[in-house]
T-cell receptor, first 113, second 112 residues
Framework: GNSVTQMEGPVTLSEEAFLTINCTYTATGYPSLFWYVQYPGEGLQLLLK?????DKGSNKGFEATYRKETTSFHLEKGSVQVSDSAVYFCALSDQNRDDKIIFGKGTRLHILP | DAGVTQSPTHLIKTRGQQVTLRCSPISGHKSVSWYQQVLGQGPQFIFQ???????GRGNFPDRFSARQFPNYSSELNVNALLLGDSALYLC???????????FGPGTRLTVT
């Protein structure tokens, strides 16, 4: 079945450092790919998405490119801020089948001032 | 406009008890989905309802049930609670099927 694997955390970086969080997926169809963010004590917020191969999703300085050949959707940001500290979830949904979103286990990010 | 709201925020129950969690979708949204997020894990899909009908069910035991009301709000019921049911329960709504889902803040259930 469909699944998502993302790098384990926690990831600790200094402010203004470059961020990469790796994510790979397994899917039988043509899924849409997502990154969600969960700030402490809050629910999930959609950070960015891509719906087809080679699409690049971007928001708030974060980017991720849908790579079908490597089945990857790595999250990147050029210069992180303390306010980016949160848990990040990579996810997929095969909306040709149903609306179920399949999430990775999450990566906790700590940014030090 | 208000986002997805869930009640209660926190809940403590004893093993064997029953619990009902409530969700109000964004105004105009007809679909509601429920997810369970155990500490340290990603959310797991439980149910989806659309126009008061179940449209999807995850791999959860029959102790879990849900329903959707004519105003599109929804309830998740869990019977015979186990310690392992302790989790954050998230509700998400979408305008229609196959549309973006918006998540609520969740209900944190602790089973002792």
């Amino acid at each position: 079945g469909n699944s998502v694997t993302q790098m384990e955390g926690p990831v600790t970086l200094s402010e203004e450092a470059f961020l990469t969080i790796n994510c790979t997926y397994t899917a039988t169809g043509y899924p849409s790919l997502f990154w969600y963010v969960q700030y402490p004590g809050e629910g999930l917020q959609l950070l960015l998405k891509a719906t087809k191969a080679d699409d690049k999703g971007s928001n708030k300085g974060f980017e991720a490119t849908y790579r079908k050949e490597t089945t990857s959707f790595h999250l990147e940001k050029g210069s992180v801020q303390v306010s980016d500290s949160a848990v990040y979830f990579c996810a997929l949904s095969d909306q040709n089948r149903d609306d179920k979103i399949i999430f990775g286990k999450g990566t906790r990010l700590h940014i030090l001032p | 406009d208000a986002g997805v709201t869930q009640s209660p925020t926190h809940l403590i129950k004893t093993r064997g008890q029953q619990v009902t969690l409530r969700c109000s979708p964004i105004s105009g949204h007809k679909s509601v989905s429920w997810y369970q997020q155990v500490l340290g894990q990603g959310p797991q899909f439980i149910f989806q309802y659309y126009e008061k009908e179940e449209r999807g069910r995850g791999n959860f035991p029959d102790r879990f049930s849900a329903r959707q009301f004519p105003n599109y709000s929804s309830e998740l019921n869990v019977n015979a609670l186990l310690l392992g049911d302790s989790a954050l329960y998230l509700c998400a709504s979408s305008l229609e099927l196959r549309r973006e889902q918006y998540f609520g803040p969740g209900t944190r259930l602790t089973v002792t």
